[in-house]
């Protein structure tokens, strides 16, 4: 392997670790990355003169860690000593213990990361920077954010953590359940941001899906204990393992209703069914494990050949319990309508039309024009289907709306 | 904040595009203006009638010149706008990225300058 492609592949799989090492002694990411940055360039500049060494990853952190330590050293005041002094103690250490693992902390730059004093908004951003060194621009892209804006929001948030003295730790037991609630809504916020291009026709969001996982699959291994964690897992593997089925051979959109479970990829699938029952053995029921059984639900039509709506009905009433978000009472209202009819759908969809944040929300639109539709409301459904198709980012899901339409002047030409 | 939208898009594809392709572009931009106008974002917007039928004035220091054609020769040419309302930037991006427009051309964001 070349010089680059090592380095490359050393920074893929190392970058959020050593970040994590450097960041918990100093509490700064930004100079933890800055130094990472420098001692990478360091790496392509000596490592084709001098070989690569036989541990890149300690080699790296060596070299990030006097960078880090000059850099201490150039402005230091006497209040920002310690951290610099703990850096040169580590290095002492490690110089004694020759081939010491580096400990893997990314568990606690995540904490970090999605601590209640940071910004709900930027702890994706900041995940995805931090864990695994995405650039501005990049994740300013997949969150619709300017690549300014988006710099401007990490660079504050990563002056917070310093000056506010977040710290780089596992909560304990007590908290745990709560602040690991803020990381996996996080991890899972890289996950769907990603799936706003389910067919993977632009590789930086088919990315990001990926990386959601990756990042799900880091926190299961790291908590095995946590339910929760693993039914974000199990939830991102289910919704993954549809991903070529909601795209038919012409890349149109295809609803889960219309998927052919035989385009399901069945290993994955298999793969969150065994942590689903992991997480439920552990007997502590949460909105992710939920949501990982609405998946579960579906996933079943492979076997069964139908869906099991009152079950899933059942599901959403718990997570409407748990969360009281609107877009599970949508989801819900939906499912009732399978059971129930249309119009005890609608019954569940009224209450939620007073809800301004849903004037801008397509799913209430699409949903509740499919409902209007089979009540045999065409009017209302098409003037909902209009909207819907307006607040619409996904070419292909706006097609598709757009054909939901004109299928309805159809039927209404048609019955008369 | 006021921001205008600034659709481009190359327009000899789009006036040589399928007459179904076509018809779905209409149907979606006025689904997006509808939307616009019902959350309250609208302002004001248009199409705009093709280059060729555009017409470029200068004036320097008196010298008028007139020529057939647009401000500059480019990939994508200006085929529209809208002036919308948001409450800031991440509102306009969001309305940008839901445009019929984005989907094959590129949108640009503009504050409007207030004074």
Same mark, same amino acid.
């Given at each position: ?6 380095a490359?592949?050393?920074a893929?799989?190392?970058?959020? *670790?050593?970040v ?12 933890a990355e ?7 360039a ?7 003169? *001098? ?5 890149p990853?300690?080699?790296l &952190?060596?070299?990030?860690?006097? *960078? ?6 150039r402005?230091?005041? !006497?209040v920002?000593?310690? /951290? ?7 290095? &002492?250490v490690?110089?004694?213990d020759?081939?010491?693992? %580096? ?12 601590h209640?004093?940071i ?6 951003p900041l995940?995805l920077?931090?864990v695994?060194?995405?650039d ?9 954010? +300017?690549?300014?804006?988006?710099g401007?929001?990490l660079v504050?948030?990563k ?6 003295g977040?710290p ?31 067919a993977g026709?632009?590789p930086?969001?088919?990315n ?10 880091? %926190? ?13 897992l +199990?939830?991102m593997?289910?919704?993954?393992a549809?991903?070529h ?6 890349? $149109?959109f295809v ?5 052919? /479970?035989?385009r399901w990829d069945?290993?994955?699938i298999?793969?969150? $069914? ?15 494990q939920?949501?990982?059984?609405v ?10 050949g *139908?869906t ?13 319990? %748990?969360? !009281? ?5 949508i989801?819900?209202?939906v ?9 005890? !759908?609608?019954?569940?969809?009224? /209450?939620l039309a ?6 801008q929300?397509? /799913?209430y639109?699409?949903?509740?024009a +499919?409902?209007l539709?089979?009540a045999?409301?065409a ?13 619409e980012s ?6 598709f709306l757009?054909?939901?339409? &004109?299928?309805?002047h159809d039927?209404?030409?048609?019955t008369? | 904040?006021?921001?205008?939208l ?11 595009a #399928? ?30 009638? #093709?280059?060729?039928e555009?017409?470029t004035?200068?004036? #320097? ?20 706008f809208?002036v919308?309302?948001? #409450?800031?930037?991440d509102?306009?991006?969001s309305w ?5 427009g984005?989907?094959?051309g590129?949108i640009?964001?503009?504050?409007v300058w207030?004074?």
């Amino acid at each position: 392997m070349d010089v680059a492609a090592t380095a490359e592949a050393v920074a893929r799989a190392s970058y959020g *670790k050593l970040v994590a090492f450097l960041a918990a002694r100093t509490r700064d990411v930004a100079a933890a990355e800055d130094a990472l940055a420098e001692a990478f360039a360091a790496a392509l500049a000596e490592w084709p003169a *001098k070989g690569i060494p036989r541990a890149p990853e300690a080699w790296l &952190l060596t070299v990030a860690r006097r *960078k880090l330590i000059d850099a201490a050293r150039r402005r230091q005041t !006497g209040v920002e000593a310690e /951290p610099t002094l703990v850096l040169i103690a580590d290095e &002492l250490v490690d110089a004694a213990d020759g081939d010491a693992p %580096i400990p893997d902390e990314r568990l606690r730059l995540m904490f970090a990361c999605a601590h209640p004093a940071i910004d709900a908004g930027v702890r994706a951003p900041l995940m995805l920077q931090a864990v695994l060194g995405f650039d501005a621009a990049a994740i300013g892209s997949a969150f619709l954010v +300017a690549p300014a804006t988006m710099g401007q929001r990490l660079v504050r948030a990563k002056a917070r953590i310093r000056d506010a003295g977040i710290p780089f730790r596992v909560p304990e037991a007590h908290e745990l359940a709560e602040r690991l609630d803020a990381v996996l809504e996080a991890i899972y916020a890289v996950f769907t941001e990603g799936w706003a291009d389910p067919a993977g026709t632009q590789p930086s969001s088919r990315n990001l899906a990926e990386e959601g996982i990756w990042l799900g699959r880091l %926190i299961a291994t790291l908590l095995p204990e946590a339910p929760e964690a693993l039914g974000l897992l +199990a939830l991102m593997l289910h919704a993954d393992a549809r991903r070529h089925a909601r795209r038919s051979a012409a890349g $149109e959109f295809v609803p889960l209703a219309a998927q052919d /479970p035989a385009r399901w990829d069945r290993a994955l699938i298999d793969e969150a $069914e065994a942590l689903l029952l992991r997480a439920s053995a552990m007997r502590a029921p949460g909105r992710f494990q939920l949501e990982a059984a609405v998946q579960s639900a579906h996933a079943a039509r492979r076997l069964t050949g *139908k869906t099991d709506w009152s079950a899933i009905v059942q599901l959403y009433d718990a997570l409407l319990a %748990i969360t !009281g978000s609107v877009v599970v009472a949508i989801n819900r209202a939906v499912a009732i309508a399978e059971t129930r009819g249309a119009a005890a !759908g609608l019954a569940e969809l009224e /209450p939620l039309a007073d809800d301004a944040r849903l004037a801008q929300y397509q /799913p209430y639109w699409a949903a509740r024009a +499919a409902l209007l539709a089979r009540a045999g409301n065409a009017a209302a459904a098409a003037a909902a289907y209009q909207r819907a198709i307006g607040l619409e980012s996904d070419p292909a899901l706006r097609a598709f709306l757009q054909r939901e339409l &004109l299928h309805l002047h159809d039927v209404r030409g048609s019955t008369r | 904040m006021q921001y205008l939208l600034l659709i481009y898009a190359n327009e000899k594809a789009m006036l040589s595009a #399928p007459k179904e392709a076509a018809s779905q572009m209409m149907g979606a931009y006025a689904a997006y203006t509808e939307a616009m106008k019902n959350s309250g974002a609208w302002l004001a917007s248009n199409r705009l009638r #093709p280059t060729s039928e555009a017409t470029t004035v200068r004036n #320097p220091n008196g010298r008028k010149s007139v020529l057939n054609g647009p401000f500059a020769e480019t990939k994508e040419q200006l085929a529209g706008f809208y002036v919308i309302e948001a #409450p800031d930037l991440d509102g306009a991006l969001s309305w940008a990225a839901r445009c019929p427009g984005a989907a094959h051309g590129s949108i640009e964001v503009r504050p409007v300058w207030t004074v």
